[in-house]
């Protein structure tokens, strides 16, 4: 499982929701919005809305949500 996880280094719930799925056997790769403009515009594309909070977290290229839906998804797939 890969997952893509855009959040900022001052953001705690990012970090957990990156333990959280690393805990589950995912590889993943971390994006920090707070690089610019064309990184929140690539967060808002992958989620397909207006996103403005993090963590916005993709899972094998699917749109997840943030971390309360990603706790929900691991639960439901048990990874």
Do not use: F, H
Request: glycine share 8%; proline share 1%; net charge positive.
């Amino acid at each position: 499982m890969k997952a893509k996880v855009y959040g900022s280094s001052q953001c705690v719930w990012c970090d957990r929701v990156a333990k959280m799925l690393e805990d589950s056997g995912a590889v993943i790769e971390k994006v920090d919005i707070s690089q610019g403009k064309e990184i929140v515009k690539e967060m808002q594309e992958a989620a397909g809305k207006k996103v403005n909070t993090v963590p916005q977290v993709i899972i094998d290229g699917k749109y997840v949500g943030g971390y309360t839906e990603v706790e929900r998804y691991i639960n439901v797939n048990r990874l």
